[in-house]
């Protein structure tokens, strides 16, 4: 098992920007692949990003590209999330997720974290 525990989320004025922390514990040996996906209200859970444990690829929502950068530390169970020029549009609640099987994380990768809240103001 994989355990994974967001931190970061906060209030934040649009323009702003904001880094996400996601720590993972457990069988980190076994995963192949972190990242991010969020939630906003009334939305479905939406892929944002994620970065290759086996390999050294980055993965992003094409509509994200340019402004969020995801990166691992160098402990390599750690995996930020580094977000610019935030707009309203990206309040959400941000999700850690993990997979160790797969190379592509999905809504349907085995293990999340309970999420960090960011609320982007006017």
């Known amino acids: 098992q994989v355990q994974l525990v967001e931190s970061g989320g906060r209030l934040v004025q649009a323009g702003g920007s904001l880094r996400l922390s996601c720590a993972a514990s457990g069988r980190t040996f076994a995963i192949y692949t972190m990242g991010w996906f969020r939630q906003a209200p009334g939305k479905e859970r939406e892929f944002v990003a994620a970065?290759?444990?086996?390999?050294?690829?980055?993965y992003y929502a094409d509509s994200l590209k340019g402004r969020f950068t995801v990166s691992r530390g160098n402990a390599k169970n750690t995996v930020y999330l580094q977000m610019n020029s935030l707009s309203p549009e990206d309040t959400a609640v941000y999700y850690c997720?993990?997979?160790?099987?797969?190379?592509?994380?999905?809504?349907?990768?085995?293990?999340w974290g309970q999420g960090t809240h960011v609320t982007v103001s006017p």
């Open positions: 970065v290759s444990w086996i390999g050294t690829g980055t």
């Open positions: 997720a993990a997979d160790d099987s797969k190379v592509v994380l999905t809504t349907k990768s085995p293990y």
